[in-house]
């Protein structure tokens, strides 16, 4: 079995002892309260279904919690900010559905992959007065599908569940940053920074508010890689064999990026202790593949005619990404040694975006909160402190955390070579483990005189970096 890295008590210093329960019911009315307001200064016509459900998201991350050995008052504290913004984004793309976009949550306007997801599954579930997609993708269709036929007609409830995933990603960071990474505070503190790093990431949280996918890959991603840390006990078996069934239902393409991290993992295992529950992992991953290849990536469904979702013809047509996508060609397909040219530039596109000038959330396709998207900063401060960890760090940590990052930075890099970087949100899922590496600067080496070097010499280059971005879009796109 793994060992813990910590030798210190749970609760080390008493900035982290466990919060007494009186400050909990606080902590929870006031979440109460602030959801009741942002309701009724946005109403989206489903006052009390939203309300319900923003109490029950906030419920079921205070659950998890509350289960964990290193929770903290500070873990508590983080939770609820993060919880409360969730809550906040969620409200305001509700408004934006229901009022704006559409005419109610039961009728909202969506457009691209959400579009899909709810058109998709409202024609699963009998409600034949919209267009099904040409293409219907059990995936996170019938995520939906569940939440229609257990809830009604109404995109309260999906959001909901990916606002509580998110939240439960959070989480499991923060259980990664518990087990994985040494500090002398003991390991609620790092707990607690897993949590803040993986909160402060805008494009993380942001995905609270889509009635995407992504949001539970965020959350199903770390778990399955805190569950390899101790994969032995059967709970944690429990919770990889779900989150690999999550993962390859619903981005079937994710299935060799689960297997890599199974083979990488295999080398901090006592092979002949956890042979059984590796293979368990293992022929599930391969299971649920072959399931998926047997669907044909969807199923057939009688004269369904063609999708009119109010698609886009070209979802990138005007947008800030005309020029990259001319410099790699994207639909015109590159050459192996093109790439390989290209590639070091896609992943410097695919850690800036989502650009950070234009505040207003561009055509707000996805929601106001879009625009929340767009504060990008922390991400770039962490990922400065991700290439110190590299440099400096990396060799310095527990062996399952440098496994387990290398598996991370891999499926991180891989959209970056396959489209240029120009879909970021493939790699948001594998943000979690990343941020651990800033984690461990910020716990262990954050009074290296190098790293204060390191990090004015950073800033100053994504200063210069963001600047000229923003002159070539200014200059050659028609909008920023």
């Given amino acids: 079995m793994i060992k813990n890295v910590h030798s210190q008590t ?3 210093s008493p900035a982290h002892r466990a919060i007494r329960p009186r400050w909990i019911a606080i902590g929870a009315v006031a979440y109460a309260a602030a959801c009741a307001v942002m309701l009724a200064v946005m ?21 998890v919690y509350s289960r964990m050995s290193w929770r903290s008052a500070g873990g508590w504290a983080v939770l609820a900010v993060a919880a409360t913004a969730a809550a906040t984004l969620i409200s305001v793309n509700w408004y934006y559905f229901a009022n704006v976009g559409g005419t109610g949550l039961d009728n909202p306007g969506l457009l691209y992959d959400p579009a899909r997801s709810w058109r998709g599954a409202l024609y699963m579930a009998g409600y034949h007065d919209v267009e099904p997609v040409d293409d219907m993708f059990l995936g996170h269709i019938s995520v939906v599908w569940a939440c229609i036929k257990l809830f009604g007609r109404s995109v309260i409830a999906p959001m909901a569940v990916n606002g509580t995933a998110i939240l439960l990603g959070g989480i499991f960071t923060g259980s990664l940053a518990a087990r994985l990474i040494p500090s002398r505070q003991g390991a609620a503190y790092a707990g607690m920074w897993g949590m803040i ?19 539970l890959l965020c959350c199903a991603v770390p ?10 006990r059967p709970k944690w078996l429990a919770v990889a064999v779900v989150a690999v069934v999550t993962v390859i239902w619903l981005r079937t393409s994710m299935a060799s990026m689960m297997l890599l991290g199974v083979i990488l ?8 202790r956890y042979s059984v529950a590796i293979a368990v992992v293992v022929a599930t991953i391969i299971a649920m593949y072959a399931l998926e290849r047997s669907l044909a990536m969807g199923i057939a469904v009688q004269d369904m005619g063609q999708a009119n979702i109010g698609l886009m013809a070209d979802n990138h047509k005007g947008s800030n ?10 639909d015109g397909g590159l050459h192996i040694w093109q790439q390989l040219i290209v590639f070091p530039a896609g992943i410097l596109v695919q850690f800036l975006i989502p650009f950070p000038w234009d505040l207003s959330g561009g055509g707000h396709f996805m929601g106001y909160a879009a625009t929340y998207y767009r504060f990008a900063f922390p991400w770039y401060i962490i990922g400065g402190l991700i290439l110190y960890y590299i440099a400096k760090g990396w060799r310095r940590s527990t062996k399952p955390l440098k496994f ?3 598996w991370a930075a891999v499926c991180w890099l891989a959209p970056a070579y396959m489209l240029g970087g120009t879909v970021s949100r493939y790699g948001t899922p594998f943000a979690p483990i990343l941020v651990l590496g800033a984690v461990y600067v910020v716990l262990n080496l954050r009074h290296e005189k190098s790293l204060r070097r390191w990090m004015w010499v950073f800033c100053a280059l994504m200063a210069a970096g ?13 909008n920023i």
């Fill in 197 to 215: 790093m993986i909160f402060a990431v805008a494009a993380f949280l942001y995905m609270s508010a889509l009635m995407t996918k992504d949001a």
């Fill in 321 to 330: 990404q005309d020029v990259w996508l001319s410099v790699i060609n994207r």
């Fill in 466 to 478: 963001l600047t000229a971005c923003y002159l070539i879009m200014k200059n050659y796109a028609q």
């Fill in 43 to 63: 109403p989206n016509r489903m006052y009390w279904q939203g309300l319900a459900a923003l109490l029950a998201m906030g419920a079921a991350a205070a659950g």
């Fill in 10 to 12: 749970l609760h080390a």
């Fill in 404 to 406: 387990l990052y290398l």
């Fill in 265 to 272: 993992m295999t080398p901090c295992l006592n092979w002949r």
């Fill in 223 to 232: 778990a399955f890689a805190r569950a390899m840390v101790d994969i032995r």
